[in-house]
């Protein structure tokens, strides 16, 4: 059990699968209390049921579409009624479209930016506020990927959407500060995820970082106590490094 966790209330977003399901359950072991979202309200109970069995943890599963305001605002109502604070909100929900400029439809560009960016931005305006009330503020760790600070080509439409939440979130780290609100950016790449399942470009899943060692990732820049914060952190399979 981590000390710095043992007496946190995280909220994942996300927590369905892949790096937030795995984040999840490094959060459980470390002794959190659990507020898990998501819109697959079967694989949130799945993972409440597998918590819950393995590890004696508080947890509160919410259904939720976090690009819709009403279901955020009921996620985050839910929140304090049962824990009465958020201390950490992971945010792993994300969308994925990687081809050509040209091939990229409108529709497509639109979900990007409704999961990508919209879905954090409705979190953040939600959560941050309570986080700068309540005593010991909080802390906001996001995945940006690699594709939020490198370019790569077939990616320009997911590439807007990751570097608008990277500078969205720098924006409002140093806008509460003051506050004692904290902010990780995560810039991970090539994870073997679900989010190459239905991706047409050709890669090499095996050589990726797998869900687990991204999720020790989140977990460690959540963990920093005292004056360090892990404000940005990039990790790579040794094949992909920039």
């Not at 608008?164 to 902010?183: I, N, Q, W, Y």
Request: with cysteine; net charge negative; proline share 2%.
């Amino acid at each position: 059990m981590s000390v710095a966790l043992a007496e946190k209330v995280v909220l994942i977003v996300g927590a369905g699968r892949g790096i937030g399901r795995a984040s999840a359950l490094l959060f459980a072991e470390a002794g959190a209390s659990l507020i898990l979202a998501s819109r697959n309200e079967r694989e949130l109970a799945e993972l409440e049921f597998e918590i819950e069995r393995r590890h004696a943890t508080p947890v509160l599963s919410v259904p939720t579409d976090a690009t819709d305001a009403s279901s955020v605002a009921r996620l985050v109502a839910e929140s304090v009624e049962r824990f009465g604070r958020v201390d950490t909100l992971v945010y792993t929900a994300g969308e994925g479209v990687l081809k050509s400029f040209a091939e990229t439809t409108e529709e497509e560009f639109e979900r990007l930016l409704g999961v990508n960016v919209r879905g954090a931005f409705l979190l953040c305006k939600a959560i941050v506020p309570l986080m700068e009330r309540q005593q010991g503020g909080g802390h906001v760790v996001a995945l940006p990927g690699i594709l939020g600070r490198a370019p790569m080509a077939q990616a320009a439409a997911y590439c807007a959407s990751k570097y608008a939440l990277t500078g969205m979130l720098k924006s409002l780290a140093l806008e509460t500060k003051r506050a004692g609100v904290r902010f990780s950016l995560l810039h991970l790449g090539g994870v073997d995820s679900s989010f190459w399942d239905n991706i047409t470009m050709r890669v090499q899943r095996e050589k990726m970082l797998t869900v687990e060692a991204a999720a020790r990732a989140v977990l460690f820049a959540a963990s920093q106590e005292g004056e360090g914060v892990v404000g940005e952190l990039v990790l790579q399979p040794e094949s992909h490094q920039l």
